[in-house]
């Protein structure tokens, strides 16, 4: 299994700001995944990170919204750019070591 | 789309087993069934998975029919620490390029003492 935080672990952020939210993980892993969690509902997935090469997104989801970065194996961040209140939601990272483990997730609330 | 089908919800009593079905109609010869919990608040959590054997772990046993439409999640004892919301989820295998998980909306496990 893999130890996951993340930080911050919630944020009130204004409308038309950013939020860089941090993914650490305490052993070295090819593939990071984050999600997102919208109020009462399931979680979705923004993005696939592997280390060395650019994020793969899903649908709905753009770069220039989500900005990923995945400088080594152990360390990712996401963006959420350019907030509106539809963004309030928990973003978690995940990690796969034969199975995906979860982090605790990062609660966000835009004003 | 989610690939499985679950109840929306699911009520337990404290120390009797808890079945929790779903439903994979269209899974494929190559894809597992993966199923994990998220307790409130919290990021989810792996539990067990399996291609067509039933398996079991500390946490639970999986038993999937012959024909792998459908499966069983099965908590022996549930505890008041079992409630959660419980995915079933059909993948590929984890070691897989195209592995990824796709959640649906889950089963919501009550367990009452």
């Known amino acids: ?111 | 789309d989610a690939k499985t089908t679950q109840p929306p919800s699911m009520d337990c009593a404290e120390g009797r087993a808890a079945n929790l079905p779903c439903n994979h109609s269209t899974i494929s010869g190559n894809e597992y069934v993966y199923w994990y919990r998220q307790i409130h608040s919290q990021g989810p959590q792996y539990i067990i998975h399996g291609l067509k054997n039933n398996e079991t772990n500390e946490m639970a046993s999986l038993i999937i029919t012959e024909d792998r439409k459908s499966s069983t999640l099965i908590l022996p004892h549930a505890t008041l620490r079992d409630t959660a919301v419980y995915y079933c989820i059909v993948s590929t295998n984890s070691g897989g390029s195209n592995y990824k998980l796709t959640f649906g909306k889950g089963t919501l496990l009550t367990v009452n003492p």
């Open chain 1, 1 to 111: 299994s893999a130890v996951i935080s993340q930080k911050p672990s919630r944020d009130i952020c204004q409308r038309g700001t950013s939020l860089t939210i941090q993914c650490q993980v305490d052993s070295q892993v090819t593939m990071m995944f984050w999600y997102r969690q919208q109020p009462g509902q399931s979680l979705t997935l923004i993005a696939t990170a592997n280390q060395g090469s650019e994020a793969t997104y899903e649908s709905g989801f753009v770069i220039d919204k989500f900005p990923i970065s995945r400088p080594n194996l152990t360390f990712s961040t996401l963006t959420v750019s350019n907030m509106s209140p539809e963004d309030s939601s928990i973003y978690l990272c995940s990690v796969q070591m034969g199975q995906q483990y979860f982090g605790p997730g990062t609660r966000l609330t835009v004003t």
